[in-house]
């Protein structure tokens, strides 16, 4: 996957347009699961087996709902409420745990710190300052 800097239309991307798309790239490779394997699309076998994954789930769910006598019953019944609260509380409880990220770019983190075009050494109050500095 390849995602260009934000910049790269009107020049060479600058380091900090550069490290946004990178961890963009990291982001959509972590939250998509692309990363767990060696090859995703190996014969599309991976993202056959988590298409079937999520249409069974999908299928037992409507089943869950028919049963209960449809959609409106279902609401009435504060299921629907229900399974968004549970599933909103077992994400965060992964979340706390830390068995899941909520996002890529709260596991991931850069070797050093991100520098700002704008640091002091670029404002014009750092210039004259390391110009002053100089011998």
């Given at each position: ?22 961890r ?60 968004i ?16 990220s ?34």
């Amino acid at each position: 996957m390849h995602t260009n800097g934000y910049d790269e239309a009107l020049s060479l991307p600058t380091e900090e347009a550069a490290r946004i798309a990178l961890r963009t790239q990291q982001i959509v490779a972590f939250e998509s699961g692309a990363a767990d394997t060696v090859d995703p699309l190996a014969g599309s076998y991976y993202v056959e087996a988590l298409t079937q994954e999520v249409e069974e789930a999908a299928w037992q769910l409507i089943r869950h709902i028919d049963d209960m006598g449809g959609s409106v019953s279902a609401i009435e019944q504060g299921f629907i409420q229900e399974e968004i609260a549970r599933s909103a509380y077992q994400y965060q409880q992964r979340v706390e745990k830390k068995s899941r990220s909520s996002s890529a770019s709260t596991a991931i983190r850069p070797r050093r710190p991100d520098l700002s075009p704008y640091s002091a050494s670029t404002t014009a109050s750092g210039r004259c300052r390391r110009q002053n500095s100089i011998p």
